[in-house]
């Protein structure tokens, strides 16, 4: 089996699961079928716009889908046809669309003014409130998740004076040169073994010299940590890590990984990094850090906390933030903390993202959780739920999945077919499937979950036959 660039599975004439090829090829056609406005504008858009879309992550197959407007849990794309939206903006959508708090914040704040490139006092209150969430007293505002882990390494850098970092083998942390290393490596790529995962760049552009700087452990392994850091002593600023690993499905960290992944950084004068642009607020209140009640160095934030306008966050210690006040690092950026994202951020620590939002969150995945679970169990699928917070998968494979490796041996149809069939049925979740995970918003109610579970329950017959055949 082989593996295209969106991470599934690519069918070929050898393979004997002809019947779930039959099957995603018509739920495809089903799909074209619904959206005759989207293929127009996708033509439209492909003489404008590189590949037709604003971001390679919109490359979807058959072709993307064009969104009109959002209200609630509900999006509507541009041919009428509404959706359960639980793509949720890749994790950004916590709050829903149009949550009245979000709107009432930004449409008072636009009235008063849209940039002035100096501190406001919402931009205060956010930092005290992150603060108090997540352990770590000093902060400082960008605009992006991106931006987030890119001033971390950098910071990490100029604080122990040392060039390598070490990341995740099969974890993002955005497109900036440090990290596009390892992202999502193929198979057939010289990736080394799991023991000794190979530095891989993760497109063109990224040159070798700075892809060098960057090491890859494997989830999960401290032995693949500590080999680097014996082997280059004196050398590694630190790492960034996802607390619990996204972008391959959802990978939990195994008891006790993290608390004795700061140890081992720590004994060796590195620093650590959490990467909780995904898990920040989805996660829990205070994400994977208070989840695991592991405080790192560094933690960066974005999507979510920003209820669906741009901003991005870096949490750090008074010691290491010292560093910035001084401006032996500079944090800059002409929108760092802009009055509407800060405006928006303050709504949604104080007024969105509450004890009882949580509660009611907390229940609808484990409805999902337990309904789904029942689903596999009857049609006898090889797949398992995961989930965390607001945020849920489905792993299509019988056994747990650890780290990058186990992930690689999935077969990526049986997700774009649930995709498919999910859409087909008027629910929207993420279109890299494999990779993706979906997101519940404080506005989504049991309605939302009884159509996501009706179209799984779909999904899981005909694919259940696919199998059998």
Known sequence: MTMNRLGTASSDAQSPRTALD??????????LARQPRSGELYERARRVLAGGVTSNWQITRPQPVFIDHGHGSKIVDVDGNEYVDLHGGYGAGLAGHAH????????????RGTHFAQPNEDAVVVAEELARRFGLPMWRFMNSGTEATMDAVHLMRAVTGRDLIIKIEGCYHGHHDSVQVSVAPSANEPIGTIDHPRSVPSSAGIPGAVTSLTLVATFNDLASVE???EGHQGQIAGMIVEPIMMNAGIIPPQPGYLESLKELLHRHDAL?????VKTGLPAGPSGATGIYDVVPDIVCLAKAIGGGLIVGSVGATEELMDHVAKGDYEMVGTFNGNPLSMAAARAMLEKVATDDAYDRLGRLRQRIDETLSARIARYGLP?????????????FSTTPVRNYRDFLAIDGRYNHLHWLCQLNGGVFLPPWGKTEQWLLSVQHDDSD???FVANFERFAEISAGAISS
Do not use: M, N, Y
Not at 22 to 31: D, K, P, Q, S, Y
């Open 449 to 451: 979950v009884d159509r």
């Open 100 to 111: 009245p708090a979000i709107v009432e914040a930004v449409t008072a704040q636009v009235r």
């Open 272 to 276: 650590l990094c959490f990467d909780e």
């Open 383 to 395: 797949a398992h739920v995961v989930s965390v917070g607001a945020k849920g998968c489905v792993t």
């Open 22 to 31: 039959a099957l995603v090829a018509e739920e495809e056609r089903i799909f």
């Open 227 to 229: 080999q680097l850091l």
